[in-house]
């Protein structure tokens, strides 16, 4: 089989192959070929299994979602992190599954059918379409009583929590005192002491920087970084080394003519009337009656298409659409354009933009180039292609060799006649080559490439990219030695000692800002700079006025208990700066609650009560889950 796909797989067929094959490999291990076929269970919840075939299912489909949202699947969330929350969503759905059971819900035939017909995806003209309902089931590999069930389970769990959620109740005086603690503004000021300024006051003394280094070396190590070995397989590389004759060529030409032509292409005008703006039947009528004037030459198709086309863009050019090749065209508005000589008028035509008047005013015909004018193309069209063959070849064959021969890439070298190749040191943050892809970083620390020393898996970096790689040589994170990193261990120092210095001023001024309640002692401060004091009016506990980790201060802080005093507090920023807050005024938001938000606050409470539901439901339940599964 591997033959006849080497000998037929040519262009995106390559391709589609080299992703089929890597899907299931990727999925479910190679082992998974090898052991016939075991189910592995997932986890089991009450004694009720959950198969590791719906957890991949499960997990393939968030990680579709997440790279449709992100464009590319976060680092952050590798695989064993999303298929620890998919499995824990397994988990729960199948503890409701089991309370909905033994509770006794139930879903009518009816409730099932109304369900179905108003789902939006069956509809057509706004009314359940029988023969669409088929057509969809049948394209998802569903049939109609598999998908009633999963309609039926989905409306019986809903029961259990809309009945939990409807227990939910929020007193609207409770909600508007919510509200207004959300909706409150604190208003007030920042004095802020710099740990830089105090640098100056710091004397690097050789053995106190000896001493702050000996007590800190975990700031002055280097990085656990890793040397590979590894085997790449570059489709582009290995085209560049395929020669072909002028024979091979022109036979590759000849099969594939249709890529090398340049297609038909006309130059078209239309008059639009549009169907949102008319209406079908009265879009219908306004085209009817423009093509009538036409015909009659009352007006010419020019004036018309000036004055009276809903394309306003294309009217300020008599409706000129430029040149078009067939397949740019809608289907209906192609299959008449094609119907047409130069100078010929269509009758309305009804498109997806609305009923449309064509006409055509020049053709460009189809040409078919000569063969040494494209040669270059066909070359690398057919090294492209070969190279795609010889790719799958040896990716099964890299693939296969470096899993039995896990402890040795020289198997797998001699199998795919490639030199196994040794990477720069790499990080787990960064590297060069290899080592700036993150599957490979990702692999170069796993477990098994790292502890246990065996090869990795496959790591697909593009369609048409692959390694495999394997540890040779590993150093752990070390101490810096002392001579090598004193000037960083004596900035640090200085750095430290600053801190310390801004944070005893800080603690001192914060001392007498708190005895009088108000902001006099800043007077006694001879370097006191303009720009180190700030003033916060109307803050809300969602602003970006000023720093977030002030802003959560302002609102832990008490206001001051007498009237035309100030609260203060203070928080030291990451940099070292002491911030000193002052809370002079607190202003309770509005504690009127409209239907919309006293439905949010319900809305939120539901959903805690079922948080809350499920905790329950978990620590109660016995829930077993399987290690293995938690794995590639």
């Keep these: 089989m591997l033959q006849t796909i080497n000998d037929k797989a040519k262009g995106w067929v390559a391709y589609a192959i080299v992703i089929f094959i890597s899907i299931p490999f990727m999925l479910f291990g190679i082992g998974s070929y090898l052991d016939g076929g075991e189910k592995v269970v997932a986890a089991t919840v009450n004694g009720e299994e959950i198969q590791s075939s719906a957890l991949t299912s499960a997990v393939l489909q968030q990680k579709q979602r997440l790279q449709s949202i992100y464009g590319t699947l976060p680092p952050q969330l590798d695989d064993k992190t999303i298929r620890q929350q998919v499995i824990d969503d397994l988990v729960n759905r199948e503890l409701l599954r089991q309370s909905v059971d033994a509770n006794g819900y139930r879903v009518s035939d009816a409730e099932v059918g109304d369900q179905i017909k108003s789902m939006p995806s069956f509809q057509k003209d706004g009314k359940f379409d029988q023969t669409t309902y088929q057509q969809l089931l049948t394209a998802n590999r569903l049939n109609a009583a598999t998908f009633e069930q999963q309609t039926r389970d989905d409306l019986t769990l809903q029961q259990m929590t809309r009945s939990v959620s409807s227990s939910s109740f929020v007193p609207k005086q409770e909600a508007g005192l919510y509200q207004s603690l959300v909706e409150q503004e604190r208003s007030g000021q920042t004095y802020t002491i710099r740990s830089d300024a105090f640098k100056a006051q710091v004397v690097p003394d050789k053995e106190k920087v000896k ?26 590389k290995i085209a560049e080394g395929i020669e072909a004759t002028d024979e091979q060529l022109k036979q590759n030409f000849e099969e594939n003519a249709t890529l090398y032509l340049t297609p038909e292409q006309r130059k078209v005008s239309h008059i639009l009337v549009s169907v949102d703006k008319h209406g079908k039947e009265g879009a219908e009528k306004r085209a009817g009656d423009l093509y009538a004037e036409i015909v009659s030459k009352a007006k010419t198709f020019e004036e018309l298409a000036t004055t009276e086309s809903d394309d306003t863009l294309a009217a300020d050019s008599a409706g000129d659409m430029g040149f078009l090749q067939m397949q740019d065209m809608n289907a209906a508005f192609a299959d008449a354009a094609a119907k047409l000589k130069v100078g010929e008028i269509s009758p309305p035509v009804l498109t997806p933009a609305g009923y449309e008047i064509i006409k055509v005013t020049e053709i460009k015909p189809e040409v078919v180039p000569e063969f040494d004018s494209v040669k270059d193309q066909v070359k690398k069209a057919f090294q492209t292609e070969e190279a795609g063959k010889i790719f799958i070849d040896k990716i099964e064959t890299l693939q296969t060799t470096a899993f039995e021969n896990d402890s040795s890439l020289d198997p797998s070298s001699d199998a795919i006649n490639d030199a196994i190749l040794t990477s720069d040191w790499i990080t787990r943050t960064d590297g060069e080559g290899i080592g700036k892809e993150f599957k490979v970083r990702e692999a170069a620390f796993s477990p098994e490439v790292k502890t246990e020393r065996i090869n990795s898996s496959l790591i697909e970096i593009s ?61 006694t401060i001879p370097e006191l700079q303009t720009e180190d004091v700030q003033t916060f009016e109307q803050l809300k506990r969602n602003d970006r006025k000023t720093t977030p980790q002030i802003v959560a201060e302002v609102f832990k802080m008490d206001a001051a208990e007498a009237e035309g005093k100030s609260a203060f507090s203070n928080i030291i920023l990451p940099n070292g700066d002491y911030v000193v807050i002052g809370l002079n005024k607190v202003v309770n938001g509005p504690t009127e609650v409209s239907a919309g938000g006293l439905a949010s606050f319900k809305a939120e409470i539901a959903r805690r009560e079922q948080d809350a539901l499920l905790k329950a439901m978990r620590e109660q339940a016995e829930v077993v889950i399987n290690p293995e599964a938690l794995e590639n």
Aim: hydrophobic fraction near 45%; aromatic fraction near 8%.
């Design 211 to 236: 001493s702050f280094y000996d007590d800190n070396t975990s700031l002055f190590m280097t990085a656990e970084r890793v040397k590979l070995d590894y085997l790449l397989l570059d489709q582009d």
């Design 463 to 523: 369609p048409t990219k692959a390694l495999v790689v394997r540890l040779n040589t590993h150093e752990d994170a070390a101490a810096k030695p002392f001579a090598e990193v004193e000037k960083e261990a004596s900035d640090a120092f200085i750095a430290a000692e600053a801190r310390k210095l801004a944070v005893a001023r800080g603690e001192a001024l914060l001392a007498d800002l708190q005895k009088t309640s108000d902001w006099t002692a800043l007077e």
